[in-house]
């Protein structure tokens, strides 16, 4: 998209992308702009925090299996609201949903259902429409499928 990115969607691995396009697919139908990253907390650190600290995006939503800290150590980093999504790479996504819902107190995720890229996305929207009217009748006029 060539407007200035509402939602940051940033993936700890190329093989989160099934999810990732969950996500893009219902901020395209919302008319959301937004940005994709592959950058990994435990893989790239430098350069996730790097972008972090010069987004311009409003919300994150970050994507992670197996010890999914990428949306606590984006978290860390912006005091702007960020989405986790577990992906079920291992144990059915049991380790990477309790890695970004146990954050410790203080530095919040919000955390939506395994693989439920989908959910991310309409809760970016919710975000957003707070302050932004287009994306306010977007979900309005928003329907599944
Ligand atoms: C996490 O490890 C990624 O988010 C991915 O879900 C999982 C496996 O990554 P790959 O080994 O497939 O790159 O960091």
């Known amino acids: 998209m060539k407007s200035v990115p509402l939602v940051a969607v940033v993936l700890g691995s190329k093989s989160d992308q099934a999810v ?3 996500v ?5 139908k919302l008319g959301i702009p ?8 435990h893989r790239t650190p430098k ?21 999914a800290h990428l949306p606590g150590f984006i978290a860390s980093r912006t005091l702007k609201p960020v989405i986790g999504v577990p992906i079920s790479a291992k144990l059915g996504g049991m380790d990477a949903l309790l890695s ?8 919040p ?6 693989d439920n890229g989908e959910n991310a996305a309409l809760l970016a929207a919710r975000f957003l429409s707070l302050y932004d009217e287009s994306v306010a009748r977007a979900l309005r006029d928003y329907k599944r499928g």
């Open 34 to 41: 937004y940005e994709v990253k592959i950058l990994s907390a």
């Open 20 to 22: 990732a396009d969950s």
């Open 47 to 67: 350069q996730l925090e790097e972008y972090v600290d010069s987004s311009n995006a409003s919300v994150y939503i970050a994507i992670a299996g197996l010890a």
């Open 100 to 107: 970004i819902a146990q954050m410790p107190p203080g530095v």
């Open 109 to 114: 995720v919000a955390t939506v259902g395994v």
């Open 24 to 28: 893009t697919r219902e901020l395209g």
